[in-house]
């Protein structure tokens, strides 16, 4: 696949390798916004999936026959394309996990039974999703350590001079999100770190809703963790990233332990294994790292800048169309957002709306998106949410407003 500028971007053509995109549902054509949710896949990472199970099934790792050898080969590739990706300094700074979740939870119980104990401070914003709240949430009851949040504006954007006051001595992780999953609002994340760092404090940043949508560099943002999951990003679900400094993960003990993670076993001592392969335990979902590479390869040849204009000149024709209903109000109003709308309109439930949207073959998300406290936050008890990828266009656009009037009609 050729590499496109911003202005010959084909839309008509990269919608066509997503073969879902020609399904109908409830007898209209299939509208996809919950690309937040789950993206759709195109047939480059459906076909290097099928040509696994079909040419290359084997372990890897442990075999010295031809098919282990290849196997092993490509998932290593898979793996230097990850790091590339977001300008990793290291092959072995690339931890296989099955998502954003698992990779969440590695470092709370990794980074926090090495470095957490009582009295020490973790924080997190009030915009995370639930993933990145409740494994530092457990790991402070645990450890009678204090989770301090910072806040949010009513536009929605993190208030930085309250996260300084927050930080002292005592912090010794911050947790925050690139992107909101509910507001869409990008965060400053360079600067949240380096904030952090000033107290020598760790930062994991959660990349789940920023990896399909902008470039990353974890050395220029001098994140020590982040995260992201395969199937947000084009590829399979299952599969997600660990990105973590050399120093951390060198220091940090095992996590789930088992076949692969080790040098040496025997009763009275068991050596573990060099990065990467200490922290990936058992055999790893072979077909999602190739899945995932094929994703990157593919979110490559687009160019993630083509992607990142063209999703937000959606963005700005759907809030604009959006912001021409009666009664509908945008929650999560940041200058800098990423392709994610959520909104009410009136008091008409969330769920409703939905409901009514997919007879017109509209999926969009409907709920409180796993961020509950901000839901509390702008007292509301969920919303609908338009999520975009490079698939959507300005015509599905129109094909939402025409069919949110109707649902908003009937409803009334
Ligand atoms: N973090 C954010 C910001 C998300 O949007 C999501 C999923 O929606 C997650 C974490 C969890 O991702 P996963 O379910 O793939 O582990």
Redesign the pocket.
Known sequence: MEVLSKENIDIEKIRAQFPILQKSINGKPLVYFDS??TSQKPIQVIDAINAYYKNQNSNIHRGVHTLSSEITVAYENARTTIQKYINAKRAHEIIFT?????S?NLVAHSFGKKYITAGDEIIISAM??H??ILPWQLLCEEKNAVLKIIPVSESGELLLDEYKKLLNAKTKLVAA?H???TLGTINPVKKIIEMAHQFNAAVLI?G??AIPHTKVDVQNIDADFYCF?G??AYGPTGV?ILYGKEKWLNEMPPYKVGGGTIKTVSFSKTVYADLPLKFEAGTPHIAGGIGLAAAINYINAIGIENINSHEHEILTYATERLLSINGLKIIGNAKNKAGVISFVVNDLHPLDIGTILDKYGIAVRTGH??TQPLMEHYCVPGTVRVSLAVYNTKEEIDSLIEALNKAIKMLQ
Do not use: L
């Open positions: 937040g949710a099955s998502g954003t979740t698992d969440i995370e999703h993933s990145n999100t992107v909101s999953n959660d789940a809703q999951s199937h947000k997600g998106h796993c």
